[in-house]
């Protein structure tokens, strides 16, 4: 699975990516880890990794979607972490 994206929403680095199922149709996941876990001599940064609730006819569309559920779980404060 490549990563197919990046954004920083409201102190979170959030990374979204899509996999082709066997079925032909795509699923996507967003990753959330907080930025200010970026922090010299930092070994270990928490994340939590978030599977899209749907499938998708193509990458793109289940990478923008990706980004949408990341911003939603976002502006809910509920990311996981």
């Known amino acids: 699975m490549d990563i197919n994206g990046?954004?920083?929403l409201d102190g979170?680095?959030?990374?979204?990516?899509a996999q082709k199922e066997p079925t032909g149709r795509w699923l996507s996941w967003a990753r959330f880890e907080r930025m200010?876990?970026?922090?010299?001599l930092k070994t270990?940064?928490?994340g939590m990794r978030r599977r899209v609730p749907n499938d998708?006819?193509?990458?793109?569309?289940?990478v923008e979607a990706a980004y949408?559920?990341?911003r939603e779980l976002v502006k809910a404060k509920d990311v996981g972490l």
């Open 44 to 46: 270990h940064i928490p």
């Open 56 to 62: 998708f006819p193509t990458q793109e569309k289940a």
């Open 36 to 40: 200010s876990d970026f922090a010299p």
């Open 6 to 8: 990046f954004i920083e």
């Open 68 to 70: 949408d559920y990341a």
């Open 12 to 17: 979170y680095s959030v990374t979204v990516s």
